[in-house]
């Protein structure tokens, strides 16, 4: 059998139609889009109409997508530009963001004086929404309230009109890193009113390299990067078309089969837990995982054992490719600070398995052969 990849949470493989359109892209429209003559106009036509197609597939107006390089940068332009522009002194979020969020809010906090106020969470990383609404309530500063949609590594969901209408209510700003979601939920944005969302290509099979940012009208702010006035102002370089373009193609390839993928990734899924369950001892899984969950990811807590201490290494030999937690730190194995924030120190180890529509009940059968060679079995 060929390798196994079960880390389509991590980052998926380019679609075929997707390279199609790039490679069409990058030979047809090489104008700079800045450029007045025929070639530029060209190509400025091209990411005009990529940036309506994504706008129409987030229920949004054109005005208020701007193309980035990744879901990382475009959080970082909401965070910093809330604090910068729109005079934001108080975030509210939570210690299992992704780092892509945690990060800069520990610098806003050292640099900028901003107070950052974590939620309560319990076990399963659900926050408490009278919690939210009691941080709200106690402060007149300006708030921003900043909470991912769904968590990379254990897949536990917020529900986004429940935040928003909370944040409505008390007068707070509402920023939610979708990342994870794009493409697999649907996400209207005409009938939720979510300030600021962001999303990255190449975790709905297009490339890397290529983001968005949705920035309500009703809040603007300035330039992250200063240079040519790109992006509407927004984000100055020279756009990257094929990349663009290969995204607003690969986000209308998930709507248009939302549905039909969701069936085919919950029945895997399912599946999984299901021989799990069936074959191990002391098996446990992270998150919310039977209720506002994440149907593509799956974190599982094996028992501690002289075998499962290589777990993540000895998978991959196997030719089985997953995830110990997130995979935006570095290449060495490092401990989760999701988990180590949900459940304190644990000597279990934990596996993220996250599924593709293009994934098969034999690959699951294989991984859970290879696996009962590494962990204790027997139920």
Request: proline share 3%.
């Amino acid at each position: 059998m060929n390798r196994i990849y079960f880390d389509y949470a991590a980052t998926t493989p380019v679609a075929p139609e997707v390279v199609e359109v790039m490679a069409n892209a990058l030979q047809k429209y090489y104008g700079n889009p800045s450029s007045i003559h025929a070639e530029g106009r060209q190509s400025r036509a091209a990411v005009e109409k990529a940036r309506k197609q994504v706008a129409q597939c987030l229920g949004a107006s054109i005005g208020e997508v701007f193309f980035t390089s990744c879901g990382t940068e475009s959080n970082n332009m909401i965070l910093r530009g809330c604090v910068n522009d729109l005079e934001v002194k108080r975030i509210i979020s939570t210690k299992t963001e992704h780092h892509a969020v945690v990060h800069p809010l520990d610098k806003l906090a050292k640099e900028n004086s901003v107070e950052v106020v974590y939620l309560s969470q319990d076990k399963k990383g659900r926050i408490d929404l009278e919690e939210l609404k009691g941080l709200l309530e106690q402060s007149s500063l300006k708030t921003l309230v900043s909470l991912m949609h769904a968590n990379n590594e254990v897949g536990t969901m917020i529900d986004l009109d429940e935040i928003s209408e909370i944040c409505q209510e008390h007068n707070a700003l509402f920023h939610s890193d979708t990342t994870q979601t794009i493409g697999y939920f649907p996400i209207d944005l005409s009938k939720t009113r979510i300030n600021f969302i962001t999303g990255s290509a190449h975790k709905f099979y297009g490339p890397k390299g290529t983001g968005f940012v949705y920035i309500n009208g009703d809040n603007i702010l300035k330039p992250f990067i200063d240079g040519g006035g790109q992006e509407r102002n927004m984000r100055a370089g020279t756009e990257n078309i094929a990349g663009i373009m290969g995204l607003a193609h690969a986000l209308q390839l998930s709507m248009d089969h939302q549905d039909e993928r969701r069936e085919a990734i919950s029945a895997i899924r399912t599946y999984m837990i299901d021989q799990l369950q069936a074959n191990f001892e002391d098996i446990e899984f992270n998150g919310d995982w039977e209720g506002k969950f994440h149907y593509k990811i799956l974190s599982v807590s094996f028992p501690p054992s002289d075998k499962s201490d290589m777990l993540l290494l000895n998978l991959d030999i196997a030719g089985i490719s997953v995830s110990g937690g997130s995979a935006c730190a570095s290449g060495a194995e490092a401990g989760s600070h999701v988990l180590s924030n949900l459940l304190g120190d644990s000597p279990r180890k934990t596996i993220r398995f996250s599924f593709s529509h293009k994934n098969t009940k034999e690959e699951v059968d294989f991984v859970i052969e290879k696996l009962k060679e590494m962990v204790p079995v027997g139920v």
